[in-house]
């Protein structure tokens, strides 16, 4: 540990300006009777001599409140550059009515703080305290937090749990610590979090990087960040609460529908309260049924076997109802929330005061309740839930409190995430309904009279439920879903790929013409999504101008380099996850698309360039660069949740404003497009061109990206161009 020496002086360098600060250093002793012997060894406070800040003068004072007036008269009558002071560990619960008295909600940490800032010599220009996470975390002190911290322009910095070992035995690993200084000056907060895991090597950067931090006026560095904004009152003043990173997942939160708070489409509930001798009069009630956190199940169910009854009068607030979700407030961190489902069984059932009850408002439908009770669920909860709070002596557990969880982001389905929410209940039921129908002919034996009988049922409900079957495992083949739900632009290539027989270079051909038409239709998306969003790309004008100054045409390269900048731009990364085609920005970062795009492009180019002989294409060839086209279809499966429409005839009624259109879906490599028919409350609808339907059903339209073009003889699609 001794990395936090090199901290400390690094941090009294940089803020004095002295090569070698003089610092004193205020050290509790050992032995009070404040301290509780039945938890502690004698010994735990002693600060280890190797850890002490260079150049101290060491005061060892006495434990508890005594501590706090003893260390004013030690910076009265000393005049140095800095001061390090390790404040006494002693709950609220054990002080005295006089200190409450004169520092109100602060505990004995803040209130060592508050003083020694304030009665130190106007000389000593930076102040360092070692203290436990709750000091950064407790509710009680927010408020003195939000005004002190941006008064003294704070450094924050948080220690893995390494150092915490250096003080106290094993019974107390989990107290973890941070070290707070502070200036005289307003300013702004700086943030730095040590790693949990770090070699030597590692450690050694945390002192320039501190360094760095200290002089920046804004931005980052590796391990910390300067906080700008404001601190929030009700949530703790730390680095995970208020970094990018948390930020990020809060507006994450949007990619599943609109980002509330959970008090706005839910009640957050009390179960009951103990009866107070002086407002409630004796109206209590005792032996009323109760559950705890260990009757919420991991698996989502609440245990109503073992149901408690309670002894002491309380005021019962509130008993279940049917769907409720019941969280356990002290959760396991990295495992998140444990929410489980209320299903009553005729009796009133309250709460313990371990659980918290969320009741979901009616106006809620059903996709969006289990989209909500999904996400409480998710990591994605439990990294917010864990970045809200930081409880110092938990043993690796977290609580959730009901005032975070009422102002807590949670998600409100749109109709695009209903829409799948239905079709997979929608699914489930119909597989529920087969395997009933399987269970139901295996038993035809016992429910028919006859034995012919039994043998028709048996053979006939057999040959259902194999082409069930087959159609089920077909889906599973990366083969059929293109065939059967891409758009046909992209299908049909790819079924010349199929049928291109068994020369190897016609293959290959077959391949790079499939990847390059792959791509030529996502530049058209790209541009598509450019377009929606108001958003304008810069290698549009690039190939403009190209065009308008020499001859020649687009190639795969242009095509490339237009889904790339899509990928790249700052403008589209930023963009919400419920726009239409958002998956086109993060091809370049999710799965093998780019690589596999690259290869085939290259073999593409080679062959363009006469740089393949027919004769020199092996096996080995073309069966990787079939391996990369399926990296380049299975990155873009997204495709299947959008329709590729031409629209063939329009009637617009101008007063019920209702468009009715006939279309031609054009999905599948099947050349036979089903002719359909669907309405639209648009009048813009242009016959002959080509619409894509995105996953919220609105139409967005192609031309003069992509025409469609039919062969005048025989009125067969004829090409895409």
Known sequence: MQYYRDIVDAVFKALTESAQPTVLSLIPSVGDSDIDASRLTHGVFEFPAELQPSNAQVHQLPEGEAFLDQAVSAVKQAKVDCIFAFPPFLGNARLTTEFRRRFGSLGIAEAVVNVLIEQSSVATKAFAFLVPTQFLASMRCGAWRKQFFPDHSAIVIEHDNGLSDAFFPSSMASLRVCTVVFTRDPGPIRFFKLPEQADADERRKFVSDLQRLIQQPAGKTQFGYVQQGSLQERYPTTFDFYSEETKRLREEVGNLGERVQLGDVADVLFGFRPCSPELDAGNGITDFLTISARDILPDGRVDLSELRQHERPAIVLHYLQEGDFCIRQIYSEGQGFVVGVFEGNGQQVTWSSNVIVVRPHASLLPAQRQVLLSFLRSPLAQRLGSAKQQLSSLGGHLRVSPHVLLEFPVPIADKEIMTAMDHL?????????????????????????????????????????????????????????????????????????????????????????????????????????????????????????????????????????????????????????????????????????????????????????????????????????????????????????????????????????????????????????????????????????????????????????????????????????
Not at 622 to 648: C, G, H, K, P
Not at 687 to 715: F, I, K, V, W
Request: with cysteine.
């Open 425 to 721: 209940s929608e699914a489930r039921a119909a597989l529920q309904a087969w395997i009933a129908e399987i269970d139901d002919a295996a038993n035809a034996i016992v429910k028919e009279s006859t034995a012919s009988g039994s043998r028709k049922r048996i053979i006939e409900s057999g040959q259902l439920a194999r082409q069930r079957f087959r159609a089920g495992t077909q889906v599973e083949e990366l083969d059929y879903r293109i065939r059967t739900q891409f758009p046909h632009p992209v299908a049909y290539v790819w079924r010349e790929l199929q049928v291109s027989g068994p020369d190897r270079y016609h293959r290959l051909r077959a391949l790079t013409k499939a990847a390059e038409a792959h791509t030529c239709f996502l530049a058209q998306l790209s541009i598509l999504l450019s377009r929606a969003t108001d958003k304008p790309l810069s290698y549009i004008e690039s190939i403009a101008t190209r065009l308008r100054d020499r001859p020649g045409g687009t190639n795969f390269g242009d095509w490339f380099a237009i889904v790339k900048e899509v990928n790249e731009s700052r403008a589209f990364r930023r963009l919400d996850g419920v726009v239409p085609l958002i998956e086109l920005t993060n091809l370049c970062t999710e799965g093998n698309w780019e690589p596999a795009i690259r290869a085939l492009m290259d073999l593409r180019n080679d062959d363009s360039h006469g740089r393949i002989a027919p004769t020199s294409v092996t096996e080995a060839m073309t069966q990787q660069a079939m391996i990369q086209l399926v990296a380049v279809y299975q990155s873009t499966e997204f495709l299947t949740d959008y329709r590729l429409l031409l629209i063939t005839e329009t009637k617009y009624d101008s007063i019920r404003q209702l468009n009715r259109f006939q279309y031609l879906d054009l999905t599948g490599d099947n050349a036979l497009a089903l002719r359909r028919i669907d309405d639209s409350n648009r009048n813009d609808l242009e016959a002959g061109s080509l619409y894509l339907r995105d996953r919220q059903n609105t139409l967005h339209l192609m031309r003069p990206l992509l025409s469609y073009l039919e062969c005048p003889e025989c009125h067969q699609m004829s090409t895409f161009f």
